[in-house]
């Protein structure tokens, strides 16, 4: 059997896995201002869309992911040829809504793949799956790693499918965002009340950063630490606690709203590398997604992986 892995733009993984892996991207498209961008995963062409005064208005973006026909098109013209089984890795459906636009697409996608394959010369049935990964940006990446690798394994879809979605209520989100300011214009812009006016300023003031988590679909802070700096390598040292005591795949995934050397640079970073080189845990680092870095700031740091809850100690 044939089988395929689908992720939306905001999944937060390396475009090196992307290619090798033969992975289809679903994109969001970013306007700020007259710039638009659809992100199809190229670091590049983030990097260089989000300077000067487009990343100066950068939140007043609009973001819009793939149509329910879009999506439709997408796997009418090419994936229900290319696949037997497709699995499609949604941003949590809490905070986008690419997941239900793929859900519904779905419906309409089995009931009209028949003559296309037909066409092609195939009777074969053709099945898909849309899973909510109940979380953000690298923590997604996590279960797209998992799928691929249970795919090289030749392990089979109904195994595939009940292993992403148990997985999914298991993988943890973490992120700083260094600007509070930039991250509370942008949440009250897409209707997010839950940073007030007052933290926002008392933050920047005392250069205080969330720790924000996120599991199954819903997302809060869990520790404030004074400086970005700081709170990136508690955050980094946690998740090397998280290695040590065992994940439940052997991945990391890291991500930066910016060249990842800065996200090298930070205290801390080296001492995870070490921890998940030490316990044979692969680690997957990638610019974030156009998307993520209008949404919560430029300079953000995500840390995603898939382990029993515990307790973060800022």
């Given at each position: ?31 700020i ?29 609009e973001?819009t ?27 949590t ?27 092609a ?22 279960m ?29 989100g ?14 009250n812009?897409?209707?997010?009340k ?52 065992g994940?439940?795949?052997?991945t ?43 949404n ?19």
């Amino acid at each position: 059997m044939r089988i395929g892995i689908v992720v939306d733009s905001a999944c937060d993984v390396p475009s090196d896995f992307i290619e090798r892996e033969n992975i289809t991207i679903l994109p969001v498209t970013v306007q700020i201002g007259n710039a638009v961008l659809a992100d199809m995963r190229n670091e590049e062409a983030t990097l260089n869309f989000l300077t000067g005064d487009t990343a100066a208005q950068a939140y007043n973006a609009e973001t819009t992911p793939y149509t329910v026909q879009q999506v439709h098109d997408l796997f009418l013209g090419r994936l229900v040829l290319d696949y037997d089984y497709v699995f499609c890795i949604c941003t949590t459906r809490s905070r986008s809504g690419i997941f239900d636009n793929a859900q519904q697409a779905s419906f309409t996608i089995l009931n009209d793949y028949k003559p296309v394959r037909a066409a092609a010369g195939n009777a074969t049935p053709f099945s898909l799956r849309v899973i909510d990964s109940q979380n953000v940006f690298a923590a997604v990446g996590v279960m797209a790693v998992e799928a691929a690798r249970l795919r090289a394994a030749g392990e089979g879809a109904p195994k595939i499918r009940s292993r992403l979605e148990h997985l999914a209520l298991y993988t943890q989100g973490y992120m700083v965002p260094p600007d509070l300011h930039y991250f509370r214009k942008r949440i009250n812009k897409r209707g997010d009340k839950s940073v007030s006016f007052l933290s926002a300023a008392l933050g920047t003031a005392l250069d205080i950063k969330p720790i924000l988590y996120c599991n199954r679909g819903d997302t809060g802070p869990v520790g404030k630490v004074k400086g970005f700096n700081t709170a990136a390598e508690k955050l980094f040292d946690f998740a090397g606690s998280r290695v040590r005591a065992g994940l439940m795949t052997p991945t990391m995934c890291l991500s930066f709203g910016g060249e990842l050397e800065g996200m090298r640079a930070l205290q801390g970073y080296q001492r995870l590398r070490d921890t998940c080189a030490e316990y044979n845990v692969e680690v997957f680092e990638s610019v974030m997604s156009l998307s993520g870095m209008v949404n919560v700031g430029q300079g953000a740091l995500v840390v995603g992986f898939a382990a029993e809850p515990a307790k973060f100690e800022a």
